[in-house]
């Protein structure tokens, strides 16, 4: 029965040089995580426990930019869509606004009076019609520099991806 010993029983290798053992855990997400385990001889210099520390951490890093690139895509493309709906949301109050200044200037060369004073619901419609350009001005804005901001991210991890290669 001795005779017959598994793989990994023959695989490692059996030293009596004392060893520091090293364990990095690398959660990717919720679900996931990612263990790396090294050792190096216990009378090494700092210089290699760091060097392998910083290994083991670059690789961790890039596993992590693996499993979080295709949320970061998946970000970006909703960002995206959004961005588009909004800029078509702020051009329909445009128009609206656009049609609303038209009937007025047609109202007003209809009628006798040379300068026709708004009505209190004129100039509340043109408040309301104001406050949704700004507040869509502001929407588009933000979501702009988060797509920014996401474009930069997912280049980051690539790089990260590329670099490990």
């Known amino acids: 029965m001795d005779d017959q010993s598994r793989d990994y029983e023959r695989s490692a290798a059996k030293t009596d040089v004392p060893a520091i053992g090293m364990t990095f855990d ?5 679900y996931r ?3 790396f385990k090294t050792f190096v001889a216990a009378d090494c210099a700092q210089g290699e426990i760091n060097a392998a520390l910083d290994k083991v951490r670059k690789a961790a890093e890039r596993q992590k930019a693996i499993a979080h690139l295709p949320t970061l895509r998946g970000l970006l493309e909703d960002k995206e869509a ?4 909004e800029i078509a949301k702020y051009y329909e109050v445009e128009i609206s606004r656009d049609d609303l200044n038209n009937r007025r200037a047609a109202e007003a060369a209809k009628s006798d009076r040379r300068n026709p004073k708004p009505s209190n619901l004129d100039v509340a419609e043109d408040a309301k019609i104001n406050q949704a350009l700004a507040s869509g001005r502001s929407v588009i804005e933000q ?7 996401d474009k930069r ?3 980051n991890a690539e790089q990260l991806i590329t670099d490990g290669e």
Request: charged residues 25%; aromatic residues 0%; hydrophobic residues 60%.
């Open 143 to 149: 979501l702009q520099k988060a797509i920014l901001i």
């Open 26 to 30: 690398q959660r990717l997400d919720d």
């Open 82 to 85: 959004a961005l588009k709906a």
């Open 153 to 155: 991210n997912i280049a």
């Open 33 to 35: 995580h990612v263990v």
